[in-house]
């Protein structure tokens, strides 16, 4: 049906965004067409930075619709000198930071190995019914999911678009650090998108 809309004569300009079959369909509609394809914004919080505030608007935009918004921040990048005051804050507002432990669990539980992306089944779903089914636990109800990162790698799904309510953590030297690391997640998988500096 959405194919047959964008191909009907009255269409004067078609805003196509989500996955790349979605905006190839639109660029093969016959009709003046813009596409946007996945975003993978990373947030910089320096350490100047007003954490309350900052994790205040980024758990609001991430957790807006439950994750799906492209343009929401899929990474965090902290660097190493606020990296607690910052987890501190995320699980004061109510997300769940994960341990080691409940990463590598959650990651084994939560990947679909084939395409090495997110499992379909979570797209979307909230992050206390995400946790719940994936059995990690907390004494609050979650809003977020916080995963610590390593390395940017098109290998690791934690370094591309994320849409489900889960952001992605990178601990890094420095403020320049933090910079190259935003730069690389947005070449990775979100070139000409969104990004942010708090």
Same mark, same amino acid.
């Given at each position: 049906?959405?194919?047959?809309? #964008?191909?009907?004569?009255?269409?004067?300009?078609?805003?196509?965004?989500?996955? *790349?079959? #979605?905006?190839? *369909?639109?660029?093969?509609?016959?009709?003046? /067409?813009?596409?946007?394809?996945?975003?993978?914004? !990373?947030?910089?919080?320096?350490?100047?930075?007003?954490? @309350?505030? =900052?994790?205040? %608007?980024i758990?609001?935009?991430?957790?807006?619709?439950?994750?799906?918004?492209?343009?929401?921040?899929?990474?965090?990048?902290? !660097? =190493?000198?606020?990296?607690?005051?910052?987890? $501190?804050e +995320?699980?004061?507002?109510?997300a769940?930071?994960?341990? @080691? =432990?409940?990463?590598?669990?959650? #990651?084994?539980?939560?990947?679909? &190995?084939? %395409?090495?992306?997110?499992? %379909?089944?979570?797209?979307?779903?909230?992050?206390? $019914?995400?946790?719940?089914?994936?059995?990690? &636990?907390?004494?609050?109800?979650?809003?977020?999911?916080?995963?610590?990162?390593?390395?940017?790698? *098109?290998?690791? !799904?934690?370094?591309? @678009?994320?849409? +489900?309510?889960?952001?992605?953590?990178?601990?890094?030297?420095?403020?320049?650090? =933090?910079?190259?690391?935003?730069?690389?997640? +947005?070449?990775?998988?979100?070139?000409?998108?969104? /990004?942010?500096?708090?």
């Open positions: 049906k959405t194919e047959m809309f #964008m191909q009907h004569e009255d269409v004067d300009l078609i805003l196509a965004t989500g996955g *790349a079959s #979605m905006v190839k *369909a639109a660029y093969s509609s016959g009709n003046p /067409a813009i596409g946007v394809g996945p975003g993978n914004a !990373p947030a910089v919080i320096g350490p100047d930075a007003d954490v @309350e505030d =900052a994790v205040g %608007k758990i609001w935009s991430k957790t807006f619709d439950n994750g799906l918004i492209c343009g929401s921040e899929h990474n965090l990048v902290v !660097p =190493a000198s606020i990296r607690v005051s910052v987890t $501190d +995320l699980k004061r507002q109510g769940a930071v994960l341990t @080691e =432990a409940e990463k590598e669990h959650f #990651m084994a539980h939560s990947i679909y &190995e084939k %395409k090495n992306v997110f499992d %379909k089944s979570l797209v979307g779903q909230s992050a206390q $019914d995400i946790l719940t089914k994936l059995g990690i &636990e907390r004494d609050y109800e979650v809003n977020l999911i916080v995963v610590p990162a390593e390395e940017v790698s *098109a290998d690791n !799904p934690l370094s591309k @678009e994320k849409l +489900l309510p889960l952001i992605s953590l990178y601990t890094v030297a420095d403020e320049e650090e =933090a910079l190259d690391v935003a730069e690389q997640l +947005l070449t990775l998988d979100g070139t000409g998108h969104t /990004a942010s500096i708090h």
